[in-house]
């Protein structure tokens, strides 16, 4: 991953990408199940949404933006391509 200044975009290699996109789909899918296993796995997982993120943060909303985070790999534009350097 290549760091940039503060609002500019993040430039991932397709492996990084694919290695994010993996860890977000095995979360969403275990956090999800854990909702829908019993009203107090349900609980438990709201409890750990507001833990980490704060009680204005709802377990949906976290499903919602991991899988808004893979959309956006998913979806993203290619990293314009470096054009290579004549040498003389």
């Given amino acids: 991953m290549t760091a940039q200044p503060e609002g500019k975009a993040i430039v991932l290699t397709a492996e990084e990408a ?3 996109k993996e860890a977000l789909y095995r979360c969403y899918g275990t956090l999800d199940r854990a ?3 019993s009203p107090a796995a349900r609980a438990a997982a709201q409890d750990a949404a507001w833990a980490v993120a704060g ?3 709802t377990v949906d909303r976290v499903l919602s ?3 808004l985070a893979m959309d956006y790999i998913d979806f993203a534009r290619p990293a314009p ?3 290579a350097r004549r040498t003389r």
């Fill in 18 to 20: 694919a290695f994010i």
């Fill in 35 to 37: 909702c829908f296993a």
């Fill in 55 to 57: 009680e204005h943060c």
């Fill in 65 to 67: 933006g991991a899988s």
């Fill in 81 to 83: 391509a470096r054009r």
